[in-house]
Nanobody, 114 residues
Framework: QVQLVESGGGLVQPGGSLRLSCAAS????????MSWYRQAPGKQRELVAI????????NYADSVKGRFTISRDDPKNTLYLQMNSLKPEDTAVYYC???????WGQGTQVTVSS
């Protein structure tokens, strides 16, 4: 069964950090591009970061550039999103996505608030 399971969300103060994980099963992450999306209440889902299939080249939304880092651990078949210097506007449900396999995770809530 092809599946993505996110973890690592939670409540954090502005300026804090969180690391999201996305464990894949039923397929190999490095065989396709992988991405993180987020959706805030009342807003459309938006692309946050993407990592290319073989080169590992990364790309980010302007709003998170310099603060977020997407990475992949191939032996663990797991995708990560390191989020630093978090802002209240980063509050959203975060989803990992494997576009080549048409798979979405269930989402993990990130809330940035004092």
């Amino acid at each position: 069964q092809v599946q993505l399971v996110e973890s690592g969300g939670g409540l954090v103060q502005p300026g804090g950090s969180l690391r999201l994980s996305c464990a894949a099963s039923g397929f190999t992450l490095r065989n396709g591009a992988m991405s993180w999306y987020r959706q805030a209440p009342g807003k459309q889902r938006e692309l946050v970061a993407i990592i290319a299939r073989t080169t590992g080249v990364t790309n980010y939304a302007d709003s998170v550039k310099g603060r977020f880092t997407i990475s992949r651990d191939d032996p663990k078949n797991t995708l990560y999103l390191q989020m630093n210097s978090l802002k209240p506007e980063d509050t959203a449900v975060y989803y990992c996505h494997a576009p080549g396999f048409g798979v979405w995770g269930q989402g993990t809530q990130v809330t940035v608030s004092s």
